[in-house]
């Protein structure tokens, strides 16, 4: 009898940011479907009363259902028969209460038998599922797909695919190719249009694709014939009803083991259409991609989430030297930097889901009539924060994953490297966040513009020139300091790279990152004045962050042009 | 078998699996208000089974009948959230105080009113543990009854064939409806509260409840729309025989309630030798455990 909502006091505050009122307003359109659906929200209190009672109904689910079987599938896994996945059979069970629950196309409209929550509803619930086994959370989280089809397919296409995806459908995105990962521009799966059969039709390999053989599958292809590059990529989506999809084989991981990773073979898979041609890379990929990270940064807050309560759990029961050795001061340190890492992660987690929220309702009114200045101005300004933010949050919480779900295990010494406690799992499953939906490397190349461009300074400020609690005034104080040397480190790798290149790539990951350490603690002091007791993480977070910054400011400062010389590695001949 | 009309007997209870120092008073009765109230657990399986009836019947409807204080009505708004069509509630003065028998007769009394093809009801309850209102409502019915019921194997035209979960094994029983059948925990967890259902149905009221307040927005909401009320009935409701109901129509009388409290502060390690079985049987009649 667990409840992963309930006993989560950090969650439900962050479900009561003031901000709610207007993303309410936004994505109930001022409650234009109240009388329409039984379901709807009358005003307000009563949308948020909804809300806290389906995330009760998931927590119970997370804690009732999918924690418990999170054991069972990872040692059982996900099989191949007769080229298509079977489920390991706690997934299968996963799946049905998942159904019954309701809690499948969270945020897709009404009019689609979607529930029409907002995203961050749907990232709590990512979260607490992650918290319960982040495997399956890979394979619920897939509905996000459908937000894609929603936001550029046509209205065809998404009356088949959505209100299937709200009865439970699950989704895959097709992108990697063996010899397209990263640079996904090289994607070489062929789509051609079959005059006779009056669709497109799939042919190649898709590889590393994360529940491969989900019902509903959005493929990158190549349309254009004779291209090379990203501008002759589409996005297509293929019915797994329509058959021409195999399972080749499933990857033998470290770690998600309940989720499959497939190889599939397209042998004239019929496909349609979504959007423009010619734009499956560079306009939907991205935006998949952006929501993709958002779900990685969920995911990676409820596995420190897991990894935090089973390091506690464990400190304080086992007991050496005749007392309980939460109350040795090395482990006590450990975990109050863990659970400052946490509340940091989701502080910064729910700050860029309102973020993406706000810009891509705007981005759906504008479809349904012409936005006025002002909220064409909003929508900017968000577009603006949430593409800084995004990659920013998918750095730091997957990197917090790995590190919390390390202190984990050396809190459990011995016992944490055996197989009798959820930690090795945790740490297993944590390996691979930091580098699906774009590597920890790559996050800094998404994020670095936002340095350079003024948006994070520009937001540091707005920080900064709000309000404090007391008891925060220090704290505000040394981030103020933090900020200037912050300022001095963006000008000196400005100057340096404009005379050799190569120097603003060297440090940017020393930017991005003090950039974040800044924000995060920001947003945990502007907590502190909400609820008093995050004052605690606030202080230790701003410790944490001074370390931090001490550091990539020596770094920045102490090195010298000839530092990218001494530190490039060339390639072999 | 179409268009069966399925009844769910189920019971609001104290939460009796997690009590701390203060579930009992000095006195030896629950304190109810330490224990937070829930559906009793093997009604939560009788509720499952009633709504997989519900999903493989055509047409089949599943009601919640409950006795109780007003705030029971919660089990019935819960049943409504997995599933449930609707549900009555039995609420009064002249219940209170009732044993098993004056509780079968007032839930016989408001069966007969709805006329139900099924009835499923949980083995039995986690604060009285008694098993006992099943059967009797059956027999005060004179219905067939099927008890500790796993599962349902087959629905067939007028009958249904059930497996049981005794002791010592199983049983595949065939039984005429109308039928009561009671539920083993062993039986089929209940499905989940519904997301949809949940928003649909979380204004349910009875119609004490819309007495209590009803200017408030949840009160005008459940007066405006039938499918948001559940029925409430009094004792008058049912026509019952007055002298059966409540603390007169209950035989049952507690004598004396001792709190037992284990008093063994170390426990004693037995091997299997003669020697040491002879010594715990001595020790077994000297405190007259045995003989």
């Keep these: 009898m667990a409840n992963f909502f309930s006993d989560n006091k950090d969650l439900q505050f962050h479900l009561q940011h003031p901000m709610m009122r207007k993303i309410v307003e936004l994505k109930e359109r001022g409650f234009a479907e109240k009388d329409l659906y039984d379901h709807a929200p009358q005003n307000f209190e009563d949308a948020m009363d909804s809300y806290r009672r389906v995330l009760e109904i998931a927590g119970e689910v997370c804690g009732d259902v999918i924690a418990p079987n999170a054991e ?227 995911q990676s807050v409820g596995l420190c989430e897991a990894a935090y309560r089973e390091a506690l759990k464990y400190a304080q029961e086992r007991e050496q030297f005749g007392k309980p050795i939460v109350r040795f001061a090395a482990i006590s340190e450990m975990l109050t930097n863990m659970k400052a890492k946490l509340e940091g992660a989701r502080a910064l987690l729910y700050e860029t889901t309102r973020f993406v929220e706000i810009y891509k309702q705007y981005t759906h009114i504008s479809h349904e009539r012409s936005l006025e200045g002002e909220e064409r101005q909003e929508m900017k300004f968000y577009n603006r924060l949430a593409d800084g933010f995004t990659p920013l949050v998918k750095l730091f919480s997957s990197e917090y994953a790995n590190q919390l779900a390390y202190d984990a295990i050396q809190i459990h010494g011995g016992s944490g490297f055996m197989k009798d406690y959820p930690c090795e799992r945790l740490y297993r499953d944590a390996r691979i966040m930091n580098i699906y939906e774009g590597t920890s490397q790559l996050q800094v190349v998404a994020a670095i513009n936002a340095v350079t461009k003024g948006t994070f300074m520009e937001q540091i400020g707005r920080y900064a020139a709000a309000d404090y609690c007391a008891e925060m005034q220090p704290v505000v104080e040394r981030l103020k300091a933090l900020t200037a040397q912050f300022a001095e480190m963006v000008e000196r790798v400005e100057t340096v790279d404009k005379q050799t290149s190569g120097f603003k790539d060297l440090h940017a990951r020393r930017l991005v990152e003090t950039a974040g350490h800044i924000i995060i603690t920001y947003l945990l002091a502007r907590q502190a004045g909400e609820c008093a007791d995050y004052g605690r993480s606030a202080r230790v977070f701003c410790n944490l962050a001074e370390g931090k910054i001490a550091e990539a400011y020596a770094g920045v400062m102490h090195s010298e042009a000839a530092d990218v010389a001494l530190y490039r590695v060339e390639a072999a001949e | ?93 002249e219940f209170a105080g009732s044993d098993t028998l004056a509780t079968s007769y007032a839930l016989s009394c408001a069966l007969r009113k709805i006329g139900p093809d099924i009835i499923v009801a949980g083995r039995q309850a986690i604060d009285g543990d008694t098993a006992q209102v099943g059967p009797q409502v059956a027999e005060k019915l004179g219905l067939p009854q099927v008890t500790y019921a796993e599962r349902i194997v087959e629905i067939k035209e007028a009958s249904l064939v059930i497996k049981r979960r005794l002791e010592h094994g199983t049983e595949v029983v065939e039984c005429p409806v109308p039928a009561v059948v009671t539920v083993n925990a062993s039986a089929e967890a209940c499905r989940p509260r519904n997301a949809k259902r949940v928003m649909a149905f979380k204004c349910a009221m009875a119609k004490s409840e819309i007495a209590a307040a009803p200017e408030s927005e949840a009160a005008l909401r459940a007066a405006s729309k039938p499918a948001l009320q559940i029925v409430e009935w009094a004792a008058a409701d049912v026509d019952p025989d007055p002298q059966q109901l409540g603390l007169t129509g209950s035989p049952t009388k507690v004598k004396k309630i001792e709190n037992v409290v284990f008093q063994a502060k170390e426990a004693k390690r037995l091997t299997a030798s003669d020697c040491d079985i002879k010594e715990l049987m001595v020790e077994l009649i000297a405190s007259h455990t045995l003989g």
């Design chain 1, 72 to 298: 069972g599938v990872d040692h059982e896994g996900p099989r191949v028969v007769d080229d298509h996945v079977e489920y390991a059979s706690g997934t299968v069970r996963n799946l049905k209460a998942i159904v019954d629950a309701g809690l499948s196309g969270l945020t897709l409209p009404r009019k689609y038998d979607g529930l029409n929550f907002p995203l961050v509803c749907f990232v709590m619930a990512n979260e607490m599922v992650a918290r319960a086994d982040a495997g399956f959370e890979n394979i619920w989280g897939l509905q996000d797909c459908a937000e894609t089809l929603n936001e550029f397919a046509s209205e065809e296409i998404k009356q088949k695919f959505l209100p299937w995806v709200s009865a439970g459908a699950t989704c895959a995105m097709d992108l990697t190719e063996p010899d397209a990962g990263s640079d996904l521009g090289a994607v070489m799966l062929k789509a051609t249009w079959s005059e006779e059969r009056q669709t497109w039709l799939l042919n190649g390999v898709k590889r590393f694709i994360t529940n491969g053989d989900g019902e509903v599958s959005l493929v990158l292809a190549r349309t254009e014939e004779g291209t090379t590059d990203a501008r002759g990529l589409s996005m297509l989506v293929y019915d797994k009803r329509d058959g021409g999809v195999k399972v080749r084989r499933i990857e033998n991981k470290l770690g998600i083991k309940g989720s499959p990773t497939c190889e599939l073979v397209f042998t004239n898979a019929p496909a349609q259409l979504v959007g423009d041609r010619k734009m499956g890379l560079i306009k939907y990929v991205m935006s998949l991609m952006n929501a993709a990270r958002l779900g990685i940064g969920a």
């Design chain 2, 1 to 93: 078998m179409k268009n069966a009309k399925i009844v769910v007997l189920a019971k609001q209870v104290p939460d009796t699996r997690n009590v701390g120092k203060d579930a009992m008073t000095p006195e030896g009765t629950v304190n109810r208000a330490a224990l937070p109230a829930i559906f009793n657990p093997e009604d939560l399986n009788a509720l499952e089974m009633a709504l997989s009836l519900k999903d493989r019947i055509e047409g089949a409807t599943v009601h919640v009948l409950t006795m109780g204080p007003l705030r029971a009505a919660d089990i019935i708004r819960d049943a409504m959230f997995r599933g449930a069509d609707g549900g009555y509630l039995l609420s009064g003065r």
